[in-house]
């Protein structure tokens, strides 16, 4: 499990009911517990009782990755295909899904965890990664 200090840019992968498979960019305000928690700040959520103060919470470790690395685009990294495994911007956070088609310049994208199906520009897609013992690793356990 990855150690994370004040002022890293994080991940935090929701395990609540209808936010399965969503990940939130954060910033580390603080660990604690001897790392096994961490009081983060949500960069596009906000508070409920205050809409103009960022959301701030105390997340397990189990919940927080580093953010994936920057994707660079090019005609190859703008590419996907049947089933590949993706994550589409949507509702302030990254939503895992997999193609299931194209429309245009859209791509169709179906979310197992709540069944819905949505078409997304390339812009608002990226190649879902896991974050495992240190390391990125693709769909096809690719590392790096």
Request: aromatic share 16%; net charge negative; hydrophobic share 35%.
């Amino acid at each position: 499990m990855a150690m994370f200090f004040q002022g890293d840019k994080v991940e935090v992968c929701s395990k609540e009911e209808g936010f399965l498979g969503s990940y939130y960019q954060a910033k580390i305000l603080s660990p604690l517990n001897d790392n096994t928690l961490y009081r983060v700040q949500y960069k596009n959520l906000v508070e409920e009782e205050d809409q103009a103060r960022p959301l701030v919470e105390i997340v397990s470790a189990e919940e927080v990755r580093p953010v994936p690395p920057p994707v660079t685009f090019t005609k190859a990294t703008q590419v996907f295909h049947y089933l590949d495994s993706v994550d589409a911007f949507d509702n302030d956070g990254w939503w895992v899904g997999k193609i299931s088609g194209r429309q245009g310049s859209k791509y169709w994208v179906y979310f197992e965890t709540t069944g819905d199906e949505i078409a997304y520009p390339v812009s608002r897609l990226r190649h879902h990664l896991e974050w495992r013992d240190g390391h990125w690793i693709t769909s096809n356990n690719t590392f790096f």
